[in-house]
């Protein structure tokens, strides 16, 4: 490489570009698991506990409906490993099983409330005109208590997973249209919207190109803390017989049942509740985690 002659005839380098290859920045499941360790540690508890749920019958359980009045209230032993209920029926295997009720009920009213609220809140915070009539509706609903709302409903309904996931999730989806429309209400007022409604681009078009993406991330970290709320609330309605029926093996119904048997044998009621409490704690470790990953408030550099 030559040097450069200045006018005053002294020789200089040549300065290189300050060009540096750019810095890649990690990112994917294995950088958010890596900076969030509570992501994976909820996740993997969860997965456990679906794992659970879905090989229950592989698991060393009978059924959980069998009856046994001659083996009721055992002690957890080798036969039955949290015990026996007063109808001699094996905890280990309720318990096991009740895992699918819990489960199922928490995915499908994240899932469905998530989508409703997500239709309600984009409609409301991007067209103005119908704003006012959904909102005060919203906040109706949003002033009754959840629980007290879920009890309602099932009221008017009979007992079944069904109507116990349909009840929840009309108790929640205030909750998530409240929180998409204030996100798309901050959007609305960017200049590249504002440009894309100047230019001539359809609603709909501005709303699933420039709206939609930017309220997926706090949606989907409000969705884990439904699914907690809804098996929570879940296990109350059943644990006071309005939820799922009595037949069918859920943690409510057999804290239920074993309550009045609290000081005698607190197996019956101990097990369900451990349980219930490890996946509500899981996923809230997995939504806490997704919000320091995905709001910028939070966010650690990756």
């Known amino acids: 490489m030559t040097d450069i002659i200045n006018h005053e005839g002294v020789a200089i380098a040549p300065q290189l570009p300050d060009i540096l290859p750019p810095v890649k920045r990690r990112t994917g499941l294995a950088a ?5 360790p509570t992501v994976l540690v909820g996740g993997a508890i969860l997965v456990l506990l679906v794992l659970m749920a879905i090989i229950a019958p592989l698991l060393f359980t ?4 069998a009856l046994a009045p001659a083996r009721r209230l055992r002690s957890p032993s080798a036969e039955y490993w949290f015990g026996s209920d007063m109808l001699g029926r094996d905890i280990y295997s309720r318990v096991v099983y009740g895992a699918r009720v819990s489960l199922v009920v928490g995915i499908s009213v994240a899932a469905f409330a998530s989508l409703a609220g997500l239709f309600i809140g984009l409609i409301a915070g991007f067209v103005r005109i119908a704003d006012g009539v959904i909102m005060r509706f919203m906040d109706g609903l949003m002033s009754i208590p959840p629980i007290l709302l879920a009890i309602a409903l099932m009221a008017l309904t009979r007992a079944s997973v069904g ?11 205030p909750r998530v249209s409240r929180l998409v429309r204030s996100v798309v209400l901050s959007l609305r007022e960017q200049a590249y919207v504002d440009a894309a409604i100047t230019s001539g681009t359809r609603t709909p078009q501005i709303i699933l190109r420039h709206i939609l ?3 997926l991330a706090p949606m989907t970290v409000q969705a884990t803390y439904i699914c907690a709320s809804a098996m929570i609330t879940e296990a109350i309605l059943s644990f006071i017989g309005a939820g799922t029926p009595p037949t069918i093996p859920s943690w409510g119904n057999i804290m239920a049942e074993g309550r009045a048997l609290w000081q005698v044998k607190p197996a019956i009621v101990f097990f369900p509740a451990a349980f219930l409490s490890l996946t509500v704690l899981a996923v809230n470790l997995v939504g806490d985690g997704l919000r320091d990953a995905l709001d910028p408030r939070f966010a650690k550099r990756l």
């Open 32 to 36: 958010l698991l890596r900076h969030h």
């Open 213 to 215: 993406p930017n309220t």
């Open 62 to 65: 009978v059924d959980p409906t």
């Open 163 to 173: 109507n116990v996931i349909l009840a929840i999730t009309i108790a929640e989806i």
